[in-house]
Each structure stands twice: as C-alpha cells, then as structure tokens.
C-alpha cells in the first residue's frame, strides 16, 4: 500500500524514511520500497542535502563520520538526529490530510 500511496503523488524526486519502524528495527520496509521503485537507498543520514540533482548525506559511522551521495530520485533513510526538536503549541495545528486505504490508494 505505502508504494502504492508514493506512486500517486506523481514524479518524486526524494523519498525520506524513518529509522525505527515496526519490522524488528530491521528497516527492511524502506529497503524493499527502494528496490520496487528502483532508487538507489543511503542510510543513517543525520544531515541531508538536495543539489544539482543529488543528494548527499552525513552520517556516523563507528570511525567518526562519512558523507555519501546518489542521484536523484532516491530514498534516504533518517535517524532521530535528522532534526532539532521544537516546542509544541496547544491546541494543535491540523495540516490538511488526504485519507487513503488499501482499496483505493490513489
């Protein structure tokens, strides 16, 4: 369905995805979208940058850092330091949804 719902929005240029998913941590969803939309994948980014129709990533490694990028479109898959927490106002504000289901992904 995920795939599915990602074909609707037409030409995508960069997919972002999550660390911790529900699959035993082994983020094997965002593996297998890559490969069923054919992008190349870079993993464990925690800076992300989209230029020139690439997109380079930062990321730690056991050594220290490393920087990697691929071209555009690809799937790139954050960890929790991709971005600064903020404050959080009440009541919310409510972004304008799109429901979708399994039936009718598009």
């Known amino acids: 369905m995920l795939a599915a719902a990602v074909r609707t929005v037409g030409d995508v ?6 660390n911790a998913t ?3 941590r082994s983020s094997a969803v965002p593996a297998v979208l890559a490969v ?5 994948q870079v993993t464990y980014a ?6 020139a129709g690439r ?5 730690e ?10 071209p555009l479109p690809a799937l790139v ?5 991709i971005n600064e927490p903020r404050s959080w106002s ?17």
Do not use: C, I, N, Q
């Open 46 to 51: 925690r800076e992300v940058t989209v230029e």
């Open 22 to 24: 529900t699959d035993g």
């Open 77 to 81: 898959r954050v960890t929790e330091k």
């Open 90 to 106: 009440w009541p919310p504000r409510r972004s304008p949804t799109t429901r979708r289901s399994a039936a009718s992904p598009g």
């Open 13 to 18: 240029g960069l997919v972002l995805a999550g």
């Open 36 to 40: 069923l939309f054919g992008l190349p």
């Open 61 to 70: 490694t056991e050594d220290g850092e490393a920087t990697l990028d691929a």
């Open 55 to 59: 997109v380079r990533v930062e990321r």
